[in-house]
T-cell receptor, first 119, second 112 residues
Framework: GAVVSQHPSRVICKSGTSVKIECRSL??????MFWYRQFPKQSLMLMAT?????????EQGVEKDKFLINHASLTLSTLTVTSAHPEDSSFYIC???????????????FGPGTRLTVL | GDSVTQMEGPVTLSEEAFLTINCTYT??????LFWYVQYPGEGLQLLLK?????DKGSNKGFEATYRKETTSFHLEKGSVQVSDSAVYFC???????????FGAGTRLAVHP
């Protein structure tokens, strides 16, 4: 149980285009989903926290107009990188926490990550 | 604020050697503690966790004990395998915030 998927696993796009990454909790309902960014050989940097049906909370230094997050349902959150540039190239990872009383309410379960390359 | 400190890597071991990766934390209150593992090109997998003092988390031969007196959660395995080669992240989660605080990660390389 507690499986999180991401799609796509890898994407290459041209500079100036927008890219959408999906994060789904497959076998549990997630009240909260998180988006992280990871640079090569570094730890994870939290970008934003999203709760179903409300606006995401962004970490300091993360541009909310550039990284649009939508948490439309209890099983789906999307991250859209708008007007992508080469410096946005990175490994993006999402995670999810379950509903109170359900699986892993104090445990974040992570997706497999999405490798974004902007040319 | 809360923080997690891990020993720097890389850690290089021969197969069947004993592994210890140190992790200490600072937190207000009593966080839950986690070890995650990341294999090359993949996301993070939960390895084990402990939610209160003196709890021992264990999985796949790995163990870690929540030590409140030393604010530590060191990861150990008695006999590592080549397949254990990965990056290991220690993390804390303070109640009510849902924000995981990660250590920098420790790369483990196990050679035959």
């Amino acid at each position: 149980g507690a499986v999180v998927s991401q799609h796509p696993s890898r994407v290459i796009c041209k500079s100036g285009t927008s890219v959408k990454i999906e994060c789904r909790s497959l076998d549990f309902q997630a009240t909260t989903m998180f988006w992280y960014r990871q640079f090569p050989k570094q730890s994870l940097m939290l970008m934003a926290t999203s709760n179903e049906g409300s606006k995401a909370t962004y970490e300091q230094g993360v541009e909310k107009d550039k990284f649009l997050i939508n948490h439309a349902s209890l099983t789906l959150s999307t991250l859209t990188v708008t007007s992508a540039h080469p410096e946005d190239s990175s490994f993006y990872i999402c995670s999810a926490i379950g509903l109170a009383g359900a699986v892993g309410t104090d445990t974040q379960y992570f997706g497999p990550g999405t490798r974004l390359t902007v040319l | 604020g809360d923080s997690v400190t891990q020993m720097e890597g890389p850690v290089t071991l021969s197969e069947e050697a004993f592994l210890t990766i140190n992790c200490t934390y600072t937190a207000t209150g009593y966080p839950s503690l986690f070890w995650y593992v990341q294999y090359p090109g993949e996301g993070l997998q939960l390895l084990l966790k402990a939610t209160k003092a003196d709890d021992k988390g264990s999985n796949k031969g790995f163990e870690a004990t929540y030590r409140k007196e030393t604010t530590s959660f060191h990861l150990e395995k008695g006999s590592v395998q080549v397949s254990d080669s990965a990056v290991y992240f220690c993390a804390s989660l303070s109640g009510g915030y849902n924000k995981l605080i990660f250590g920098a990660g420790t790369r483990l390389a196990v050679h035959p």
